[in-house]
């Protein structure tokens, strides 16, 4: 049997009648006639792309894998190595404490027996010393209590003694503070004659704002009597005259003129933020006005007027609610 390409079909050696065929694709199978009885290998498939770099990184993995279990042995070895030295060091240790404890517990022993006997040997000199002691201790008693008696029979003596004096000097001094009592009594009796007095003397006028009647003060004896009376409270004032205002209490005063021939005066007067001018103002004249402290209104009494310079008090309310 023939393994070229076109073998005679008759076997002999002639040449073909007609034209001959051309020759198949190399990867194409031969004409089942012409090769009945050879056997057909068909090529290898193509190679599957990227399985060339498959290997190497497996090889790379492989690698690192041993290269990991190496270091994971090295360091499971070093800590073998550290917890043996650590086990080591642990029971030197140990054996130090027990040896030490082993000490420290003979060392106490012997002191507890020590203090057993010292405490023994206490006892029995206690015992030997209570029967002396005892009858020192009585014989002390018996001296203390003949001390105490003699010393009882002099207190009792001195102390008729004190009381007689003090009884003496109590009656001397009660007549000397009856005396003052009965002088108090009539200082306070006159006093209260010449409050009622000067405060039957107090002028009234008419306030500005409100129409209303209101005690003033013209001097300090008059203004003392209304403090004394209690109804307001009181706060002295000297305002000189100059560019900024002045603060009394809890307004601001500015004095922009003062006649001493007519003793009138004006100022400004500043309270709660809002300014109103008081103009030719005569001395002794209740000037009123009022604030967001109080329901009733603040009462300003001129009682001295100089060429620049005004002064006198303002009368503020007891009672400083809120307004509404």
Do not use: C, W
């Amino acid at each position: 049997m023939s393994i070229f390409p076109n073998p005679s079909p008759t076997g002999g050696g002639e040449p073909p009648t007609g034209p001959s065929a051309p020759p198949p694709p190399p990867s194409a199978a031969p004409p089942p006639s012409a090769y009945a009885s050879t056997p057909y290998y068909p090529p290898p498939p193509p190679p599957v792309p990227g399985t060339g770099m498959k290997i190497p990184v497996l090889f790379g993995a492989v690698i690192a894998l041993l290269g990991a279990v190496v270091y994971l042995y090295m360091q499971l070895d070093h800590v073998k190595k550290d917890l043996a030295s650590t086990n080591t060091t642990m029971q030197a240790q140990l054996d130090k404490l027990v040896e030490a404890s082993s000490l420290t517990t003979r060392t106490n022993t012997r002191r507890v027996e020590e203090l057993k006997d010292q405490l023994e040997r206490a006892r029995r000199q206690a015992s030997l010393a209570a029967g002396a002691a005892k009858d020192e201790a009585l014989k002390k008693v018996d001296e203390t209590k003949l001390q105490l008696e003699a010393a009882q029979q002099q207190a009792k003596q001195e102390l008729k003694s004190d009381i007689s004096q003090v009884r003496e000097s109590s009656d001397s001094k009660i007549s000397a503070v009856g005396s003052e009592v009965s002088n108090v009594k009539t200082d306070v009796a006159a006093t209260k004659t010449e409050l009622e007095k000067t405060v039957a003397d107090l002028k009234r006028a008419t306030g500005d704002l409100d129409g209303h009647s209101v005690l003033i003060a013209t001097n300090a004896k008059e203004l003392a009597a209304l403090r004394t009376l209690g109804e307001r409270n009181y706060v002295d004032f000297t305002v000189t005259k100059s560019k900024k205002p002045q603060k009394v209490s809890d307004v601001q005063i500015l004095l922009k003129k003062a006649d001493i021939k007519k003793h009138t005066y004006t100022i400004e007067l500043t309270a709660d933020d809002s300014t109103v001018e008081k103009r030719d103002k005569v001395m002794n004249e209740p000037v009123q006005f009022m604030t967001s402290k109080s329901k009733q209104p603040y009462e300003l009494v001129v009682n001295k007027v100089t060429k620049d310079t005004i002064a006198g008090y303002i009368a503020i309310p007891k009672v400083l609610n809120q307004r509404n």
